[in-house]
């Protein structure tokens, strides 16, 4: 490893792989340390068709292409009455190829990400630990970081923060602010042999609303016949009250959900349950003098429409573009390092609006789109990523005013 670099990434996921590979395009020099060994395991497997322009541009569309990997072109909801919308498919508003993505294994996926970054140009370490991040006169310069115990420093122009939900950066600089409207707790799983959908809907995301805590479970078929089934609801019902073990409450909130429980028979669970909790935040700000933050580690939204890794690769996408211009200019202060902020932080704010209102128990997208029906394709645009445009804004104002409505009956 060398002791400078244009810049250095924190973390090797979706998003610190995608902006080093951007960045090594450009010609610049780029190291990604990774604290863990790959492959590891981690959660958030279902992904949306926005991903799409970021995968072709780092060249990983004819690899997801040839992987196992189930197509997924739709999503479906079911209320806690069994009751479906039935598959809102994306394939039907826009019948190109980037209307289909896939469902992943992101132990293999994550992999392949960064050995794709490698390809292009970046180096990748594993097992490095980063411990901060490096300032002078206000001015990110480098990390301190750990190899098996060894400290050393390593300099560079611009320093990104993709560590994911350690946000080393955003908790240092302490400016990580946690979304009290989203204090959610998740219970996941993974099962072989569970009945999954058939042609267009075999690689389908099912999201079952549950009665326990305004919770869903999600219903996401992955490769070798197994799915991942996971329980997100409110923190304190989610933990208070069910006994000490989780595989208790994950096993009676099935039971509880005929829909999903029916899909589950004959299946054999294959981990012991994963537990995580009240992750939902955001930072001030995307960037300082010589710093970024991209992915999880600027902010993670409720996992509900599977956004997280859209907007990792969208903000890797991004703010690399922009470091490339800052550092070829020799401007890596916040005002040029930040330009991608305003594009960025409106796209993900569409997301969160639409996040509220899924868990306002007002709300139903069937209630709704039988008075709106002119809103489906706004609504599928948001399920499919594509946030990041005004187009879709005319969706808010219907429920606003159905949510104002609805108050008053
Ligand atoms: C319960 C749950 C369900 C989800 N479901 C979905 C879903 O269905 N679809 C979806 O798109 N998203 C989902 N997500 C979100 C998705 O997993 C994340 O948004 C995505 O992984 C973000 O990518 P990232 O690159 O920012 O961070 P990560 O993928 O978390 O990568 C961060 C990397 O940084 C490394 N790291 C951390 N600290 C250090 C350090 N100090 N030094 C060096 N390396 C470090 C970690 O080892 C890790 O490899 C879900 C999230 C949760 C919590």
Redesign the pocket.
Known sequence: MKSSYDCIV?????????VATILADQGLSVAV????K?P?H???????PE?YATLKRIGMLEKLKASPFPKKESVEFVTENGKSTGPYYFTDRDPHERSRTWQVR?DVF?QMMLENAKEHGAEVYHG????SVLFEEGRATGVR?ADNGNRMDISAKVVVD?????A?LARQLKIRRPDPNLRKG?M?SYYRGATRGEGRDEGS?IVYRTEMGNGWF?F?PLPDNVV?I?L?ADLHELFTGHGDDPTDTFHAEIERCEALKSRLNGASMLTNVFV?MD?SYSADKVAGDGWVL?????G??D?VY???????LK??ELAGDCIAEGIKAGDVSEASLSRFGPEFCAGMQRMRQLVYTFYDPQFSFGGFLKKYSDQKDNLVRILIGDVFTEEVDSLFDALAEWSENSKES
């Open positions: 924190i973390g090797g996921g979706p998003g610190g792989s995608t340390l990774e604290r863990a790959f590891r981690h959660v958030g497997e279902s992904l949306i991903t992101r994550d490095i630990n980063v411990l970081a993709a560590t994911g939900l350690s080393i998740v996941y995301t999600w996401i991942s996971g997100v995580t992750f991209v992915g999880d580690a600027y993670f939204l996992p599977s956004s997280g890794v859209m907007l990792a903000s890797g």
